[in-house]
């Protein structure tokens, strides 16, 4: 069994780690922290694990020493230290923070406000998003595991940025998110009547995620892709849906786009591309890995629009980060996230 | 008093109607009409009017021969005749359906499948989106009141396409509605279990409303705009929020399109023009006629995006076609529509 | 127009009673405070009021200067004070809080921990649940307006009570609430995810609210009556279902408590008894100041259950409170709160 | 592997057993069936189980044919004919619908209009609530899956009941349930905008469940009991919270009672006794095979408050039937079931 260790253990994509790992059939969880919860339970935090999972938060030295890998669930400039004390033990790092994900120091410096402690750790770690990079994933120590929106949105657009089928310029990712992707901590924003009955933008075109989805799209493209992002706050628990615009290229066809699809996803099990007058919708992938993509066409205006629907603590957390476990350890990469998502 | 009858009074644009209606202080419902319901009391179908309103359901022709004016809130195709009707017994005419809203038969019959059965009576009706066209709908007696996507799409647009401070290609209407933009009839669909906690996109490119979208725009523009219209469907009752994009023209600075909306919509009750920051939110003007718009630029991209939220039930439906009657009988436009949005 | 401060005016109650009587035909909002927020526009607050209410939140006493009537919406405790200057000033208090809902001290010292600081003040103050005590309301100047539980279950239970139609003992109110009534305060509980798709007791035979529906009661049946009270929270915004079984006593048929409800309540404006085979439904009432009574038989068991429903905010808190200021100024007891329940 | 046909396939109990027994290490699921969409994909119901479970629906006699266990979740009167069959060749039967729970032909007849057809296989026939009868349960071939409301309920009142702590005149189970309660037809009491935000008892005191809760409290009790049961409908997709309340005994103490409990309870891997203070919540069971058991004590009346929470799809239909299934085949009970519930 893998023993992995969870530092962050309370927050929710902490916890939704403990819940996968418990059912993998190849790892368990070794140790877990928190920084507020040190020393309780964490089913204390929450009461659906009682008796299943009294597991203690204990401190992070604690977990790295217990682990074979250790995930962090941290806020940002935090990982850095922890990743070069994992590397140090020949522990395996996964990180679901934003630390290790932007290439660019400078990007990093203006979206996040902090710098690159140290630049060869940075070097080292990989951007795990498996169906678009799954060959640098393999082998690797350090990964950094992708953002929910970050996720969502290059899956919808990949096929067609990398074959060349659309414009580069344009292209707009209008994206929704359930309520846990703004974490644990209560605010007056998604306080429960505040929320409820409400839907609204936020952070239209400043949303941190944007320079990720630009760095997996130019990579793609090879050549700078700037994105248009505006993400929404959904009164659901879980699930994001990304609709996503681009030009199509003159003298491409849907046919064409469509073909493309199906052959970029062919092999990709947690990509679900649905047949043509589906609609990719959250509530058919929660408590999943799956990413549904859905295909339409606006003819008159010569527009792509995809949709994809991925559960944000799963694929586009803690599921991905065990599919990149999985990878890295050697495992088939569905190990212990094959669920049927529930139909309702 | 005005006499207003309502055909169609059980579905929800109707019964919201009769809500309104009588609120009025200038306004009283004289008769109700519906096909499935002749017979019973409105409040038989909708118990929270139960002694309140207890009127039964007439058939079409009281209805007419008690009012002075007749909103219609019928599936598309029956308005024409009894727009007839009311014209013949000099009874004003206000259409919540789509039988008078686009100028062009052939539009109406590629997206509607019918015909312009009288089409002078099609020259004598007029679009009723006041804050566009109010002079326009002073004194006529037919009122095509618009649907919910084509009131909040281009009052977001409005300012900036009518004076030209964003290229007319490319504009994109990605929105989302609550329920009961579905009408009152169950299906699979919206079923509690499968509606709740899911979010997807629905017609895309393909909603009926695209060339009412476009009409509008187009009339504002001089010029034939063309638009992508998604829409979606949110797990809440009421509200519409669009979240609308468009290339700004180079040389056009943001604060000028702000300056430009001030301008707009500096007389207009209905419509609340955000400070910086805020976001349009269908939290705040749920059970209101307002329209509330939010500006926001990414600057990166040079694009304009433009929130607006209104309640698909009020400023959408029933709201609307009383502000319409308003107007076409001379009272401040205001009347009975002066209600401050729940806070929550 | 009766001028009337709102003291607490941005708490839940606080500000549905800025809503209420926005619309009050005779009454306007004179001054409004907050501790949290003064100096603070109200729409800062809650958005949905924005340029409809831009009132800036003063402090107390220039509340208390400026107008005829105090509404309060303080945390218990504090009203006591406020009372007193209220009356020095000749102006009139209604306290939303618990202060002077019980007449017994030491009732009040046993579950909220204090004591009454003037105890004449207390002999002054009335309790103003309108359908119950409406001729001890008239002429009062200090109002202790009931909490939203204490009014729910006491209309359930009056008829039977007051007429010796069910056993005193063992009488159950078995309650659920809308998340407002939880008040404005995030917290983990009503955290959007933690809540959302929730449903669990809380307090069960230890809420605050038990005393005074057993003073309501025991004054009703002339004699000490007990009762078991358990609170449920519901994933909703509004609304409380009281759920209430009695015992009936021998000899008593349902037609005959039927016939008792009916008369009891047969000039009663705001409580609609429904129809045999109606249920009672928050659903209903939302909005309104309107309580729904079902009233149902187990045979089997020879007990009485009946639903009443309301709206926390308006029958609960606000509206009532208005219902009150209205009896004490000598108006129509229903003027401005006589709006149609939304049909959804 | 276990071959299990699953007849009824597309209803909301039926699509939750594919959905759990896709996961069980020691079965599989051989063949389903359903009248309204033979021939069709179970995908094409479900598209969350696109491309995962593209089963076609065949017609019963194939199910039967493949299988070595068939559950039916039929509606009721359809089953027996079918247990029949299976027993005719040597198929195990687990029935999730009402046909074989009642012991009683009259009480059977009386409150679902039909009669026992095969008085023997009706003999044959077990009731399936593991925690109370699991002795009974073994080496049988018909089992009576017991309904949601009949599960929850007696599981929160067994221990008090069975050890005689309780008076068993006045019990009364105040239950809410989630909507996939009520099946997966649409119809407009389960239509989205007039379900949500409401909550309302229905079948008060009329309900075909309360005789079941009877049979099994009258087998823990030896003695004959009548409950006065009063079920409610919750806006969320998933769970039943009982909340039970009994007289207590003269003499006996809480403390007795939460010890009584504790030994009932002690080997039951399923039912979560909560410590003192904590609340059932069905927030905590979702998508869970557990029973989470709070006790409360009003002592002021008396009475014994027990709230207990499961998830209606599982402990309270599919679920359950599997923990059956596995009693029957002689594997550990847990097999398949033991998922973390998920935190949010």
Redesign the interface.
Known sequence: MIKAGIVGATG?AG??L??LI??HPKAEVSAISSVSFEGKKISDV????????DMVCENVNEVVDKSDVVFAALPHGLSQELASDCKAKGVKFIDLGADFRLNSENEYSEWYGGTFIDKNLHKEAVYGLPELFRNEIKGKSIIANPGCYTTCSPLALAPAVKNGLVKLK?I?C?C?S???GAG?K???G?????????????K??QHRHTPEIEQTLSKLAKEKV???F?P?L??????I?A?C?A?IKEGVSFEEIRKAYEDFYKDEYFV?L?PDG??????????SNFC?I?L??????G?L?V?S?IDN?VKGAAGQAIQNMNIIFGLDEKTGLQ??????
Chains 1, 2, 3, 4 share one sequence.
């Open positions: 929710y916890t939704e403990v819940r418990t059912s929450y009461p659906s694990y009682i008796y299943l999972n344009g707009i209008n929704a359930g309520v846990t644990r209560p605010n007056q998604n306080h429960y009547p505040e929320l409820n009955e409400g839907f609204h933008a936020y239209a075109a700037t994105v248009t505006v929404h959904l009164p659901v628990n879980r699930g849906l609709t615009y030009d679900r649905l589906m609609y990719a919708d959250i509530h058919n992938i929660k408590y549904d859905s339409h066409y606006d003819k008159r205006a527009k629009i949709c629907a603590m669920i049927l998502p529930p139909a309702f």
